[in-house]
């Protein structure tokens, strides 16, 4: 497709696709209860003529055929919002008190359906099959591995996901080869004692001093048992137990988090978490127990399609417009699991604009977006469908 054939009809949604984000900004719903989002999907496929069905409760998945139909490329977008208040001061601020779509999934459902739009106004058939992969929970559970589980990657050759980016400006894409989102682990630890009168500490088992040692041991796990060029990180972030300050606690619960980049160096630190908290209690008299519960897993690019997201960027918008992000975030991002099962690329859509004092991070009330960036994300999507084979 030509750059000026695109942008010319992606302007003429432009509208369209404001009203749409903001529709679904003022009425943001939850993970896992997104009916009416899911209800204003089906609403505007419906009404292109485009076949879908849901999945996994109230996710969306839809297709639209190609010229070359032994090919598909696969977008998603997560619809899901948080619990959060929402202290913008704008007509389209959110009408469900405490809930905020706070981290751009308004945006990222709008880009699909305008992927959809486009096609839809241009009478132009795509070079490809697309499917539209329209995912709930992104910010709780994780929607991806139930919506794949039940078949939304079936006949899908390639998949891309966006995120909007708050760190770069509107017209910039931020690329990223290899891992760009870390793994998570929930930790649960349990250190048991024998409890005493604290003026004759000798009489018990000291638990909470148990798991003082145990933190420091396992935190060793970062500086003496990973290579420093890998990357890993464990916090603990909450303590409780015993009952009087005159009694040896008799037992400590701590609850904590693990982050990785790969998945090898995630098995073999939760393997020496394992063992400091199984073996180093016994040292003390005393017992320690961990349960490792296992959350998203590290997302991790394909180069390939590193390549054609960066060759649209510089397409659309010039050289100058791509920032390669050097560092991994150790947040997580279930869209992981889709590049697990399938190639392709995850990359961020810039959205600030200091001049209209559009600069709050994510994860905030007062989070706002510059709406042009819905426009290049869809050009963005459509120029990678294009660039795919």
Partial sequence: ???????????????????????????????????????????????????????????????????????????????????????????????????????????????????????????????????????????????????????????????????????????????????????????????????????????????????????????SIVSRNLDARESGVITFGTINGGTQGNIVANKISLTGTLRTLNPEVRERMKRRIKEIVETLPLAFGGRGKVDIKPGYTALINHDKYVDIVKKSANQLFGIESIYEKQLANMGVEDFAYFLEKREGSFFTLGVRNREKNIDVQAHNGGFDIDEKALTNGVMMQILNIYNSK
């Fill in 1 to 219: 497709m030509k750059i000026n054939t695109l942008k010319e009809n992606a302007m003429k949604i432009e509208r369209w696709l404001t009203e749409v984000r903001r529709d679904f900004h003022e009425h943001p719903e939850l993970g896992e209860q997104e009916y009416r989002t899911h209800d204003k999907i089906c609403e505007y496929l419906k009404a292109m003529g485009i076949e879908h069905r849901t999945i996994f409760k109230t996710g969306v998945i839809a297709d639209i055929e190609g010229e070359d139909k032994s090919f598909t490329v696969a977008l998603r977008g997560d619809i899901d919002a948080l619990p959060i208040l929402d202290k913008k001061n704008v007509e389209y601020a959110s009408k469900n008190k405490g809930v905020c779509h706070a981290c751009g999934h308004d945006a990222h459902t709008t880009i699909v359906l305008g992927v959809a739009k486009f096609f839809y106004e241009t009478g132009i058939k795509p070079p490809f099959n697309i499917r539209l992969m329209f995912q709930p929970a992104e910010e709780t559970d994780g929607g991806a591995k139930p919506m794949i589980e039940e078949g939304a990657l079936e006949n899908v050759d390639v998949v891309y996901g966006l995120h909007v980016d708050d760190t770069i400006d509107v017209g910039m894409i931020g690329i990223k080869y290899g891992a760009m989102n870390a793994s998570s682990d929930t930790l649960n630890l349990t250190i048991e004692g024998e409890s005493c009168h604290g003026a004759y500490p000798s009489r018990g088992v000291d638990a909470l001093l148990i798991a003082a040692h145990v933190i420091v041991a396992i935190q």
